[in-house]
């Protein structure tokens, strides 16, 4: 138990250097990308299609961001300190409060995808891990093949084709609530869940041949119990980590899956951002998630002890040293 949680101390510690590269790299990004960010700006402001040299260094001199990468880096990095992201350089908002008010719609469609992939994955999954060469486990592996070879966006495009025009469904493209959520966040579980559910069964199937199980089942224990005390320990915290790494392709996927069905969430507002290289949103928000990424990591780091019962049932020793007499 020390052990572990000298791991999370240590995940802790190196949380912060790990936020201070994400920093680092989200900022540069955007500042050594091609483009004069004053002349993008203008532009976009006067809605025009050119601005003189002498008008674009009037307006950097203005917005303060004529000067040298380190001075802007470090006076962005020392307002992220003080939980101040800046404001945004095209809108003129404050960027947390800007980038959260599109983000929750981005936050919402990642939070089902999330519970879709795992109401699709774990039964099934654990049905052929416990029952091999059976139905399920050839389901599961023709599932996890064809998950991983069909491009996102082209199942994307034809969900929406046959959802607008074969079904005439109002809510396949457009924003109007929770309900234009349910599709998109639908088709991101399946691309997913294919691979959670193949590791999951393949987990299930190795833990179901160890002594132990045999053990259980000779002491008069029923499936539900074995699953529950014996199988599940051992599964949900690999189960946990590919959650945890899926999570982290919601956050940053969602965007393609928003263009593709013009929901009105962070997707939109990271494109305009990059067109016209407005620094603080697109470094605050890619900095926002890559922080949200480093947490969730951390929390999945604890949890794993509390989930896996081997670390507190002494019953569970006992039985694992008798069976392997």
Known sequence: MRQKRGRIWRSIILLFPTIFIVSLLSFSIVYF??????????????NVTQVSEKQAQEYAEKLGINKSF?????????????????????????????FWSKYKITLTLSVLGILFEILLAFPIALRAGLHPKGAADSFVSIWSVLTNS????????????VLSVKFRWRFAIGYYGLQSLIVPAFLMACLSSGNLARIIRKKTM????????????????????????????HVLPTAIAIVVLDISGYLGGAVLVEAIF????????????????????ISGSLFFIGGMICILNILADSIYPKLDMRNESELYHLKTKEASR
Not at 70 to 98: A, M, Q
Not at 271 to 280: L, N, S, T
């Open 33 to 46: 990308a091609p483009g004069d960010a004053a002349k993008l700006l203008l532009r976009e402001r006067l």
């Open 70 to 98: 380190p001075k802007l880096y470090f006076r962005w990095l020392s307002g992220i300190v003080r939980g101040d992201f800046g404001n945004s350089l095209s809108e003129e908002k404050p960027v947390l409060k800007f």
């Open 150 to 161: 069909i491009p996102a966006f082209w199942l994307a495009l034809i969900t929406v084709y």
């Open 206 to 233: 190795d833990i179901s041949k160890e002594p132990f199980v045999e053990f259980a089942l000779s002491q008069g224990l029923n499936g539900g119990q074995i699953l529950r005390y014996h199988i599940l320990p």
């Open 262 to 281: 013009n929901i009105p969430g962070f997707s939109g507002i990271l494109q305009k951002a990059v067109q016209i290289k407005d620094y603080p949103l």
